[in-house]
DNA sequence: CTTATTTAAGATAATTTTGTCCGAATAGCA
DNA sequence: TGCTATTCGGACAAAATTATCTTAAATAAG
């Protein structure tokens, strides 16, 4: 469904959210090692995040990353994909073909449109608070 | 959403019904041609529809590929994707986790999992003569 | 000011997906 | 039989994605 790029972009900003929502700024070694990423990948993603500024980027001894408490709850997962993947999820057709006549769609269109949009809704709806308190209780999940 | 080969798999599936509606077999060369899509690829793909019993092939001149016409009823798009892209869209969940405790949800699984549903069953109970003559119109949007 | 620590950035490598090429096998036809 | 059109099947190549490595830049602390 989504790339691996932005799996990774979600999970840790999940964990980063956890975190700052106890004052701690985490670093990028923790990060990877908590949601079993890739380092070095994973730092190209928390970059890309930082310069979309959905997470802020501290260098140096004691540095690392976080969010200011006050935007996880409008921090959503779309704007997350978005950064990562682009707005392919919400433009392209199922088929793959490259424009779309709306005047004559072809027949699955109609399904198509309404799936994807349930999809983009919840991406929308969803925010990073919710998903991070909502798992609280077995926090293990992330290194899956 | 679907792979290239998938994509590339529906396409030429719903040409190949709509030409076998009226019992014409065509080549791999016309195919690919009415669809856009890179020949020998197409070859590849085919070929792997026909292994699974989605399609027959005929070799040697005036040969090419089609489909029982009392069949493109019963096919689904869910055989074809499934023949191609196996069943990554059923199994893993939206975040790529391995497995996961369904006693202990993770707090985007109901959602993920009624969208996925969604797409399942629309997969599932759309035919592929219901694409093909769907699209009787504008046939010209395989070529998108 | 120096050093240690940590992110930034770019080059490089491995893997997967997509795409190409070519010889072999098959079937129709003269 | 021999010729030709076509799929089959495997080896090969290119492109995209994922992952690693190396060096630079920033900054906190002594
Ligand atoms: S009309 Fe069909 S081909 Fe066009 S965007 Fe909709 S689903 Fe895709
Ligand atoms: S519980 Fe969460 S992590 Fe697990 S399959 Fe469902 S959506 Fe994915």
């Known amino acids: 469904m989504f790339s691996k790029a932005c799996e990774y972009g979600i999970k840790a900003s999940t964990y980063i959210a956890l975190q700052s929502l106890e004052m701690n700024r985490v670093s990028l070694k923790e990060i990877a090692s ?3 990423s ?3 990948f994973t730092a190209k993603i ?7 500024d959905i997470l802020e980027s501290v260098k140096g001894p ?3 990353f976080q969010i200011k408490k006050e935007r996880i709850d409008s921090i959503k997962l779309a ?5 990562i993947d682009g707005d392919d999820i919400y433009n392209g057709c199922a088929l793959g073909l490259d ?3 709306a005047l004559q769609p072809c027949p699955l269109h109609e399904k198509f449109v309404g799936i994807r949009s349930d999809l983009k809704k919840m991406l929308e ?14 926090l293990t999940f992330l290194k899956r």
């Open 99 to 101: 424009e779309c006549n």
């Open 62 to 64: 004691y540095g690392g």
């Open 38 to 40: 890739p380092i070095a």
């Open 34 to 36: 908590e949601i079993n």
């Open 125 to 138: 709806n969803t925010s990073l608070y919710e998903v991070a308190t909502g798992l609280e209780v077995g």
């Open 46 to 52: 928390l970059h890309k995040l930082a310069k979309n």
């Open 79 to 83: 704007h997350i994909v978005a950064a």
